[in-house]
T-cell receptor, first 109, second 116 residues
Framework: GQQLNQSPQSMFIQEGEDVSMNCTSSSIFNTWLWYKQDPGEGPVLLIA?????ELTSNGRLTAQFGITRKDSFLNISASIPSDVGIYFCAGYNFNKFYFGSGTKLNVKP | EAGVAQSPRYKIIEKRQSVAFWCNPI?????LYWYQQILGQGPKLLIQ????????DSQLPKDRFSAERLKGVDSTLKIQPAKLEDSAVYLCASSLEPHGRNDGYTFGSGTRLTVV
């Protein structure tokens, strides 16, 4: 299957700080999605990216579709305690989405 | 709109027992997916249905796992017999379009299975 590597695996930040995480692969993808999963819940879609180089925002979240189509990036500005959770990237090719292993975000008030 | 409904939320069984999970997708979503999420990992696709037909079950351990979607709406995933390594969260998702490329997937809250 397609391998997606997310980094960092986990991060501890102070409330108000900005956060950056990324997702890389040796494979080319046609669509990138970013999801957030709260404890005990299913993943919730945050941002969808469809073209190489595309930059899309959703409130304090901004994501980019890498120009090589092998990576994607997610930034969160001015983090707040409710940003705590696991962030997953998902890349699409061969008619299915493949998920990374997630970045666990902890925010200290 | 109502989300993807799953039940039960939690299940604890002994190894070699059988278990079944139920999913009701968002109304009108023709595509339904079952994912397995082991602790600390991302979701892994087990099976994908388009209406009541199987599109992809390449990663479903067919010797013990089975799934059906008889009327093209709700679906059941069964494990028989369960092994310790089946302990995971089983997520159901649905999408309006085939493969969900343009609208992503909507996930349910999952069923957490513990096999002891």
């Amino acid at each position: 299957g397609q391998q997606l590597n997310q980094s960092p695996q986990s991060m501890f930040i102070q409330e108000g700080e900005d956060v950056s995480m990324n997702c890389t692969s040796s494979s080319i993808f046609n669509t990138w999605l970013w999801y957030k999963q709260d404890p005990g819940e299913g993943p919730v879609l945050l941002i969808a990216l469809y073209k190489a180089g595309e930059l899309t925002s959703n409130g304090r979240l901004t994501a980019q579709f890498g120009i090589t189509r092998k990576d994607s990036f997610l930034n969160i500005s001015a983090s707040i305690p409710s940003d705590v959770g696991i962030y997953f990237c998902a890349g699409y090719n061969f008619n299915k989405f493949y998920f990374g292993s997630g970045t666990k975000l902890n925010v200290k008030p | 709109e109502a989300g993807v409904a799953q039940s039960p939320r939690y299940k604890i069984i002994e190894k070699r027992q059988s278990v079944a999970f139920w999913c009701n997708p968002i109304s009108g979503h023709a595509t339904l997916y079952w994912y397995q999420q082991i602790l600390g990992q991302g979701p892994k696709l087990l099976i994908q249905f388009q209406n009541n037909g199987v599109v992809d079950d390449s990663q479903l351990p067919k010797d013990r796992f089975s799934a059906e979607r008889l009327k093209g709406v709700d679906s059941t995933l069964k494990i028989q017999p369960a092994k310790l390594e089946d302990s995971a969260v089983y997520l159901c998702a649905s999408s309006l379009e085939p493969h969900g490329r343009n609208d992503g997937y909507t996930f349910g809250s999952g069923t957490r299975l513990t096999v002891v």
